[in-house]
Structures are given as structure tokens and as C-alpha cells.
């Protein structure tokens, strides 16, 4: 799945790169209100799209947008520059944590050539991206160990859960009905001797006993 992230979002930075250097790279503005209009058209099929289509497709759609509004206002002396650097934040979060490890030698490249670099200092944006990228991968990494432990704590709730019923429907059923059925049996029993019969009555107690522990026991798991 990484992979194929990757390739689309390599294939973004070349689709936007070939606008940057061609004629039209003056139409930024009605490109990046496009790419708003295609974002807001998309909630009206949400419900058609899985979550990992929706995700690449926002994600696509996001590195597509900062890369017009950069290249249109500048480049690499851009002021709003800043936005490629929350790029690859987003990116780690919306997708996986490696993704800016991959990303950002193509946006390296991309600016290195859609810009017109006339002196050095205008390189030094590019010099942040290996400072950028691995709090980036950092960040996203803590942000996907959160979910795995929110869903790990979801898992472990919903089996609590279903042992709790289970336990529930044995004490009621199967735990209740046979102590019953052993209460009658014994009380059937023909022809005790004195000797026989006081253990036959603490039997008796010690089922009843049983079954008070099982009411109290249902009550308490029912009452948490």
C-alpha cells in the first residue's frame, strides 16, 4: 500500500512540475480553485469510497494545492513556503510515517528545477527538508502507535464484553439448571439411614449455598 502511495504522489509532483514550467503556469489561481472545487465535490461521494481511496485522494489533492499555491507565489522565496513543510506532516499522518522519507526527494527535485535560482540563500529552504522530514516521520509514527493502542483498547473492551455475556448466559442457564436438577435428585434419594441423611442435608445447604453465589455473582457482573 506504501508503494502505491508513492506513486501516486511522485506522479502528482510531476503532473505539477510539468505545469510549472510551461506556459500556463500563470493560471495557478483557477488551478487551485479546481483543486478546491474537486476536493468539495468529492464529500458529495463519500459514502461511494472506501477509506483508503478517500484518504490518497485527499492526500493527492492536498500535495497538488501546495504545490500550485508555492510555485505560484514564488518558489523557493515563496512566503507561504512554510506550506510544503506542513505538507509532509500531513502526509505522515494521513498515510504512513515513511511517506515524507519518500516524498521529499521529489519535491527536492521539483523545486531544484521549476525555480529560478539566482542565489545561494534561495537554496536554503531545501536545506531544511533533511531536518523537516525526520520529525515528520517521528511525529507520524507517534500519531499511528496512538491508533494501534486506541484500537488494541477497543479490542480488548469488546472480548471483556462478549466473556462478560458468556459467563452471564452459563451462570443463568447451564450453572443454575444443574444445580436445581441435582437439589431434586438428591431429595429423591429413598431410604436414607440416619447416618446417610446429615450429609445428604449439608449436600443439600452447600447446593443452595451455590446457587446464592451465582444470583450475587450474576447481579454483580450485571451491575458493571
Not at 24 to 33: D, L, R
Not at 83 to 94: A, E, G, R, T
Not at 191 to 218: A, C, F, V
Request: aromatic share 10%; charged share 15%; hydrophobic share 45%.
Amino acid at each position: 500500500m506504501e508503494q502505491k502511495y508513492a506513486i501516486v504522489l511522485r506522479c502528482t509532483v510531476c503532473l505539477i512540475f510539468i505545469w510549472a514550467i510551461s506556459p500556463y503556469q500563470s493560471f495557478g489561481v483557477q488551478i487551485a480553485a479546481s483543486l478546491l472545487a474537486i476536493y468539495v465535490t468529492k464529500f458529495a461521494f463519500r459514502h461511494h469510497l472506501s477509506i483508503t481511496t478517500e484518504t490518497l485522494i485527499d492526500s493527492t489533492i492536498l500535495t497538488a494545492l501546495t504545490l500550485t499555491i508555492v510555485s505560484s507565489s514564488g518558489g523557493l522565496t515563496s512566503p507561504v513556503f512554510f506550506l510544503v513543510y506542513f505538507l509532509l506532516f500531513i502526509l505522515s499522518l494521513l498515510l504512513t510515517p515513511t511517506i515524507p522519507l519518500i516524498i521529499s526527494f521529489a519535491l527536492i527535485l521539483y523545486f531544484l528545477f521549476s525555480s529560478s535560482i539566482s542565489t545561494q540563500s534561495e537554496l536554503i529552504p531545501l536545506l531544511s527538508f533533511p531536518l523537516i522530514t525526520p520529525l515528520a516521520v517521528y511525529f507520524g509514527r507517534q500519531h499511528k502507535g496512538r491508533l494501534h493502542a486506541q484500537h488494541d483498547a477497543m479490542h480488548l473492551t469488546e472480548t471483556v464484553r462478549r466473556e462478560t455475556q458468556d459467563v452471564l448466559l452459563w451462570i443463568s442457564t447451564t450453572f443454575t439448571r444443574n444445580l436445581e436438577e441435582l437439589h431434586t435428585e438428591i431429595e429423591k434419594i429413598p431410604n436414607l439411614t440416619d447416618l446417610q441423611w446429615p450429609h445428604i442435608k449439608k449436600l443439600q445447604q452447600t447446593i443452595i449455598r451455590l446457587s446464592k453465589m451465582g444470583r450475587k455473582l450474576q447481579d454483580a457482573i450485571e451491575e458493571d
